[in-house]
């Protein structure tokens, strides 16, 4: 039997008992319009009021519950009179449904590994005998982890300093306002606090900043009206995390009946318009936008708003903890929104970073953005590009050539990465480009052109040693000499390479070069049998598939 064969009777068979798992969570869901919104954002703002919201557990039921509201989310002719928060009902979400929620959505994500046939992510089926086969999931390392560099502001540290003051302010500020304008109880709106609002901007600046100084699309027309629109919503949304942080503290209980924000439609949008000062049409476009409802993309990350008919439902942390300049990118590809200065957005953004960090160096020389074109004498036929960002050691004739992209189908969701897209982008970046790249920098007197001439690079009498990379706004992958790495993750390396104003560029370039993606396959649990259409035996330590609803 090949492979192709395996998986695909293997892909028949799980997505087969996926299935009739959600027809069955649809069948205890729909009964009850809360289970579909107001229990499943209560447990997520629960878990995530109660823990660091960072950690992987909170990832993945933020996940989960987003797979679950798409899918099974279609609410917006729904009236709010139909929703009221049950204790012993949601404490059946929590503890019933939920686990099921759980269960069937990493069965689907183990589909989808098993439906990655080639990437560098695939799952293999490992042949054990006659009609008998093993599962095997991918782990997939690499020697540095990228979202250190970003999260933990490894890149700037200046910047995470400021925004933990900006942070800590707000939560200092909120809580004294609360205390000395309301009673926490009866009471936990204090109104509009023109400082409080300004300092929730600020927070959101330092995130959107990211995104560049001008995004466009048909959502963002305006981007400070968006950045304050954004910036209203946060605050209420501090200011009801607040409110229950209180009255946690005082009754040593956790409001679940409080936890989320419900709001209707005219409220909502009167509030943030009054806070923001933007036109109600406006607002009224952005919450649409920014409302998970009837997609087959996108998570509570990208849409952390459930809308009905006549309100809107919210768990507050998905927007205080959201990282805005990653998700109203992928966003807008989920909802199928082009930027219209997409390009110069996102690559001179990442050039600007990189000029920064190298403009200033003794031993360094730079170019960026630099368009070129030449006749290959191979195919016959000229060529054209544009170097995005290029590094010159004159001390010891190295050159990094760097391409910028930022690819926004990169992920399936906030807790995976689509391999494939970004197996293929490596590829088709080092295909399309960085050829073109290496045919033109053949010529020394090129290299000299794209430094302008500049008399010191010129007067190098030999050619340098060239290292090629592709720089992105979050993914690193390395395979086959072809590297993708995240800025943040090369600027903290450009940092570390530096002292006394020198950049050891070879080093860097001996590092970048021995960086290799690592995919391994082992069995991490205890392997189940399943027995597949045609009688062929299936064993998996990753799979479940066994679903109880009795009982629920």
């Not at 109660?50 to 987003?66: F, G, H």
């Not at 295909?431 to 790249?437: P, S």
């Not at 530096?498 to 560029?505: P, S, W």
Request: proline share 2%; aromatic share 14%; glycine share 2%.
């Amino acid at each position: 039997m090949s492979d192709r064969i395996i998986r695909e009777l293997a892909a028949d068979y799980v997505k087969d008992k996926i299935d009739n798992g959600i027809k069955e969570l649809q069948r205890i869901t729909t009964q009850d319009v809360n289970y579909l919104s107001i229990y499943p954002l209560t447990m997520l703002e629960e878990s995530l009021f109660l823990s660091n919201p960072a950690t992987i557990s909170n990832t993945i039921m933020r996940s989960s519950i987003s797979w679950f509201l798409r899918n099974f989310n279609n609410l917006e002719n729904v009236p709010y009179s139909n929703l009221k928060f049950k204790t012993v009902n949601y404490n059946r979400f929590k503890n019933k449904i939920y686990p099921m929620i759980s269960k069937i959505f990493q069965d689907y994500r183990t589909l989808l590994e098993i439906n990655d046939h080639w990437s560098y992510a695939s799952s293999k089926f490992e042949k054990l005998g006659d009609n008998r086969w093993r599962l095997l999931t991918a782990l997939v390392s690499d020697q540095y982890k990228v979202e250190k560099f970003y999260y933990d502001r490894a890149f700037d540290k200046r910047l995470f300093d400021i925004e933990v003051g900006v942070t800590n302010y707000i939560h200092w500020k909120f809580s004294e306002n609360m205390l000395i304008k309301t009673d926490g109880f009866t009471k936990t709106d204090f109104g509009y606090d023109e400082d409080l609002y300004y300092a929730c901007l600020k927070r959101i600046e330092l995130d959107l900043k990211f995104l560049g100084n001008d995004p466009r699309s048909s959502i963002i027309k305006n981007y400070m009206e968006f950045k304050k629109i954004i910036s209203a919503l946060y605050y209420i949304s501090q200011m009801k995390v607040t409110a229950n942080q209180i009255k946690l503290q005082i009754t040593k209980k956790v409001p679940l009946a409080e936890m989320v924000v419900v709001a209707s439609h005219h409220e909502l949008s009167q509030k943030l318009s009054e806070y923001s000062m933007v036109n109600l049409d406006i607002v009224d476009e952005i919450l649409n936008y920014l409302s998970l409802a009837n997609m087959s993309k996108g998570s509570l990350f990208e849409f952390p708003i459930v809308k009905l008919a006549d309100h809107y439902i919210f768990n507050p942390a998905s927007i205080l903890v959201n990282d805005w300049h990653f998700s109203i990118v992928n966003g807008h590809y989920c909802k199928k929104i082009e930027f219209q200065n997409r390009d110069k957005m996102i690559s001179s953004q990442i050039v600007e970073m990189l000029e920064q960090e190298t403009k200033s160096i003794a031993n360094i020389k730079i170019s960026k953005e630099k368009y070129y074109e030449y006749y290959d004498n191979v195919t016959s036929e000229t060529k054209k590009s544009d170097i995005d960002f290029a590094i010159y050691d004159i001390k010891t004739n190295k050159l990094l050539v760097i391409e910028c992209k930022w690819k926004d189908n990169h992920y399936l969701s906030e807790a995976d990465d689509n391999y494939n897209k970004v197996h293929n982008s490596l590829y088709k970046i080092y295909d399309d480009q960085i050829t073109k790249h290496q045919g033109f920098l053949i010529d020394k007197n090129n290299i000299d052109f794209v430094f302008d001439f500049d008399e010191e690079i010129v007067a190098i009498k030999g050619k340098p040693k060239i290292e090629y990379l592709i720089v992105d706004k979050r993914n690193q992958l390395y395979l086959e000499g072809r590297k993708m790495m995240s800025v943040y993750m090369l600027i903290t390396l450009l940092q570390s390479f530096r002292k006394d104003n020198v950049l050891n560029l070879e080093g860097l370039i001996t590092l970048i070069q021995s960086l290799e993606t690592k995919t391994e396959y082992f069995v991490a649990g205890k392997e189940k049998m399943f027995t597949l259409k045609d009688g062929t035996i299936l064993f998996s330590d990753q799979l479940d598939l066994k679903y109880s609803f009795k009982g629920i």
